[in-house]
Nanobody, 124 residues
Framework: QVRVVESGGGSVQAGGSLRLSCAAS????????VAWFRQAPEKEREGVAA???????SYADSVKGRFTCSKDNAKNTLYLQMNSLEAEDTAMYYC??????????????????WGQGTQVTVSS
């Protein structure tokens, strides 16, 4: 069974930083595409960042230049470094794995396995 667990969320002031982690208990981690999504109250879930099998990253326009997605294949772990946080970044953040992989996808339906989410709250 595939298990995905996010951690690292919290409350910060605008301009601050957080680093989210996603631990995946899965075989052949390198054969999955992995991504971060977020969902704020009364809004649809949106793709934030994705990383391909070769390490190429894709980002939503709203976070480009501020967020960095990376992964450690040896640890089966995905990361999201979030800098210059804004109040609009407040949301529940989810980690997702997709197989077969679709390079650069930020579409939720392309992902099969999801974590429980970790809350990020940014105060103005």
């Amino acid at each position: 069974q595939v298990r995905v667990v996010e951690s690292g969320g919290g409350s910060v002031q605008a301009g601050g930083s957080l680093r989210l982690s996603c631990a995946a208990s899965v075989s052949r981690f390198t054969t999955y595409s992995v991504a971060w999504f977020r969902q704020a109250p009364e809004k649809e879930r949106e793709g934030v960042a994705a990383i391909d099998l070769d390490g190429t990253t894709s980002y939503a326009d709203s976070v480009k230049g501020r967020f960095t997605c990376s992964k450690d294949n040896a640890k089966n772990t995905l990361y999201l470094q979030m800098n210059s946080l804004e109040a609009e970044d407040t949301a529940m953040y989810y980690c997702a794995l997709g197989r077969p992989p679709l390079p650069g996808s930020l579409r939720a339906t392309d992902y099969n396995y999801w974590g429980q989410g970790t809350q990020v709250t940014v105060s103005s």
